[in-house]
């Protein structure tokens, strides 16, 4: 059986061994489970965990990245702290274990969450993703510069379990807008996303992360339980 670290490792590797080998106009690649690229040398590593985000505003900026949402106005109805009932979390769970603290949510029709870089576009990102329906059905976008680039789908079981998605593009990116159906097949309606454990970066160069792979970077896991 593999162990938590063997998983993250080969969820690493797979996302390494896929933003080297894409050409500059390859599409998104989407991969779930826990893993996050170590900062290094070669690129630059945003991050946000929305601990100071006490207010639930919205825009929110925070290590290079700003969030927004539609749907809920001002303090998005309560959703956004840790023990808040925001999440229609079966009986006898609790949050997934990728959230800790205070996240990022919004509910209403067709409501996303927006991740933007404040500087350089993005070639990767993770998040922890979770859902206000009992099972977590994501949709997500990534833009740059307002033109659509890629989108997708992914189904990650039960709400209160959880996961993390990672989108990779070496063409690059400057957001991603985040959905969450109560369906699979639904492709709008009343939608109930939450984010939290956010890591980005940038790549300097092509070739850069097989040679920051050769230099040894390591992996640092995104999960974290929910406290409290």
């Given at each position: 059986m593999n162990t938590h670290n063997d998983i993250m490792k080969k969820t690493f590797a797979a996302l390494l061994t896929a933003l080297v080998t894409l050409p500059a106009t390859a599409a998104v690649v989407q991969t779930t489970g826990a893993g996050s690229a170590t900062p290094g040398a070669t690129h630059l590593t945003f991050a946000a965990d929305f601990e100071a985000n006490?207010?639930?505003d919205s825009p929110w900026s925070e290590g290079g990245l700003q969030f927004t949402h539609t749907g809920f106005a001002n303090d998005n109805?309560?959703?956004g702290y840790a023990g808040e009932f925001?999440?229609?979390v079966p009986a006898g769970q609790t949050y997934s274990e990728s959230f800790s603290g205070n996240y990022f949510a919004t509910a209403g029709t067709n409501a996303y969450l927006s991740i933007k870089s404040e500087g350089p576009k993005l070639h990767g990102i993770e998040f922890a993703v979770d859902s206000g329906?009992?099972?977590i059905h994501v949709l997500?976008?990534?833009w740059l510069d307002g033109v659509l680039t890629g989108s997708g789908k992914v189904s990650l079981g039960a709400a209160g379990i959880g996961d993390v998605l990672a989108l990779s593009d070496m063409a690059g990116f400057s957001e991603?807008?985040?959905?969450?159906f109560d369906s699979a097949s639904d492709n709008s309606g009343y939608s109930a996303p939450a984010i939290d454990s956010v890591r980005a970066f940038t790549v300097s160069e092509p070739g850069s992360l097989a040679l920051a792979s050769l230099a040894g970077l390591g992996v640092a896991g995104v999960r974290r339980r929910r406290k409290g």
């Amino acid at each position: 059986m593999n162990t938590h670290n063997d998983i993250m490792k080969k969820t690493f590797a797979a996302l390494l061994t896929a933003l080297v080998t894409l050409p500059a106009t390859a599409a998104v690649v989407q991969t779930t489970g826990a893993g996050s690229a170590t900062p290094g040398a070669t690129h630059l590593t945003f991050a946000a965990d929305f601990e100071a985000n006490t207010h639930l505003d919205s825009p929110w900026s925070e290590g290079g990245l700003q969030f927004t949402h539609t749907g809920f106005a001002n303090d998005n109805g309560g959703c956004g702290y840790a023990g808040e009932f925001c999440v229609d979390v079966p009986a006898g769970q609790t949050y997934s274990e990728s959230f800790s603290g205070n996240y990022f949510a919004t509910a209403g029709t067709n409501a996303y969450l927006s991740i933007k870089s404040e500087g350089p576009k993005l070639h990767g990102i993770e998040f922890a993703v979770d859902s206000g329906y009992l099972n977590i059905h994501v949709l997500w976008q990534t833009w740059l510069d307002g033109v659509l680039t890629g989108s997708g789908k992914v189904s990650l079981g039960a709400a209160g379990i959880g996961d993390v998605l990672a989108l990779s593009d070496m063409a690059g990116f400057s957001e991603v807008r985040v959905f969450a159906f109560d369906s699979a097949s639904d492709n709008s309606g009343y939608s109930a996303p939450a984010i939290d454990s956010v890591r980005a970066f940038t790549v300097s160069e092509p070739g850069s992360l097989a040679l920051a792979s050769l230099a040894g970077l390591g992996v640092a896991g995104v999960r974290r339980r929910r406290k409290g």
